[in-house]
């Protein structure tokens, strides 16, 4: 169990409640984007290779860059010119049906995904003057 | 089928729009309370006064920890996680709830 203490004493009680949705947003923006790298580097791991094309592809986007929400997405495909087709990689999709890679990677950072939101949004809460977590 | 609709991606979303909503409402408890305390005035140590002007504090810190509880839930609500890949509607759909027991006290230093 977290304790989290907000101390009347420091004088910023009511700037610091005002930021706290800010700071949520901080920590859980650091959060998934830290799962996001975990699921990455986990598909890459995962992903069966020949030209290593479609791995290479493998990605962080960013996005929902607005006040109050964040957006992180993990993709393969495209991006990257597969050698032997002269195409982009335009079989990650079919290649994830026949032998998962980035489904066993989220299972894999699952378990830890909540700790790490956890953890993170209590940091950037923690940050704040008049809370002690 | 295009390269972009052979992409498979895993997606994370967050959102803290309700949590903005109820720290406002905190904030509105917040003024009032210090409202109460200017009244109150200085030097008046008046023991159910104290005793009232914590019960308002722990009253805030109690609708603070909802704040964060629901940003919580948030991430939940909003979809957090989702599955956007052509033809692999079998891979399924994620959500994760924090699992945040917190507890807040407050500290009635000086005032």
């Known amino acids: 169990m977290t304790a989290i203490k907000m101390d009347w004493g420091k004088g910023t009680i009511k700037q610091d409640v005002a930021e706290i949705p800010n700071k949520l947003l901080e920590g859980a923006e650091e959060a998934i984007l830290q799962i996001a790298y975990l699921v990455l580097g ?37 991006y990257i010119v597969n050698p032997k087709t002269g195409r982009l990689v335009d079989y990650a999709a079919v290649i994830e ?36 977590v | 089928m295009s390269s972009e609709d052979a992409t498979v991606s895993f ?40 005793v009232a ?10 609708q603070l920890r909802l704040a964060i509880a629901l940003t919580q839930a948030a991430f939940a609500a909003s979809g957090p996680i989702g599955w956007i890949s052509l033809g692999l509607a079998g891979i399924g ?19």
């Open chain 1, 42 to 78: 986990l598909g890459q791991v995962h992903v069966r290779v020949d030209t290593g094309s479609l791995r290479d592809s493998g990605r962080i986007e960013r996005g929902g860059r607005g006040k109050l929400w964040r957006e992180v997405k993990v993709r393969f495909g495209g």
């Open chain 1, 97 to 132: 049906s026949r032998y998962p890679y980035l489904k066993p990677a989220v299972q894999e950072v699952r378990p830890e995904m909540d700790e790490i939101i956890r953890r993170l949004c209590l940091a950037q809460v923690a940050s704040l003057a008049s809370v002690t």
């Open chain 2, 53 to 62: 002007k914590m019960q308002r504090v722990i009253s805030i810190l109690n």
């Open chain 2, 11 to 50: 997606s994370l979303e967050i959102n803290v729009e309700q949590a903005y909503t109820e720290i406002r409402r905190i904030e509105t408890l917040l003024y009032r309370t210090l409202g109460l305390i200017r009244r109150m005035g200085g030097g008046d140590e008046d023991l159910m006064k104290v």
């Open chain 2, 93 to 111: 759909f994620m959500t994760f709830a924090m699992d945040m027991n917190d507890m807040i006290y407050d500290s009635t230093r000086g005032a």
